[in-house]
């Protein structure tokens, strides 16, 4: 019996291999995070603290379809309706792939930072990072930035969580902002 060698492949999750309609930042996805979480800025980790404890933020863990990154600069928690549209985003996309897919997943790189955090994306990617206050802020955004895979195929992988993020969006359960890296999702209704 011949040994069949298994590579994984990391495909990038960008405006250049996902073509998405983007959802206008400044109108659309900070009214939407700041209707969603009541107006829930998360400025340090006293109000995390708080948060948690009243479960208006809660704990996100690897899931069926999706996998998070060492996370260096935000942390794995969101409020409960994005943690849900998390979860079944990732459950669809790994319906969408079947079963001869069934390694790949989506990474997730940031979910939720609190003011300090994201002052020190700006410090150290300011190009990237949102000016102003961040919809990660509200602990309703995460980003995608690659496909995780065996023995190649990118682009169906990719079309597949496009389909995916497409269809959602249009359902109005997420709003998208491919960004130079990683497609940034904020959760909406």
Known sequence: MKNIIVTQTNCSCNPNSLSLKRDDYKSRHRPAAIRISNNGFIENDKIVFNLRKRNKLVDVYENEGFGIANLTQSSPILIPLAQKRLYEL?????????????????????????????????????????????????????????????????ERRTQVLKKILTEMQKEGKILLCPESKCIHVTVCG
Request: charged share 25%; hydrophobic share 25%; glycine share 10%.
């Open 90 to 154: 990732g459950k669809r996309f790994k319906e969408g792939l079947g079963d001869e897919d069934k390694n790949s997943y989506f990474v997730i790189s940031s979910i939720t930072r609190t003011e300090h955090q994201q002052h020190d994306v700006r410090r150290t990617h300011s190009m990237a990072a949102t000016k102003g206050t961040s919809t990660h802020s509200y602990g309703v955004s995460f980003d995608i930035n690659t496909v995780v895979g065996d023995n190649g195929y990118c």
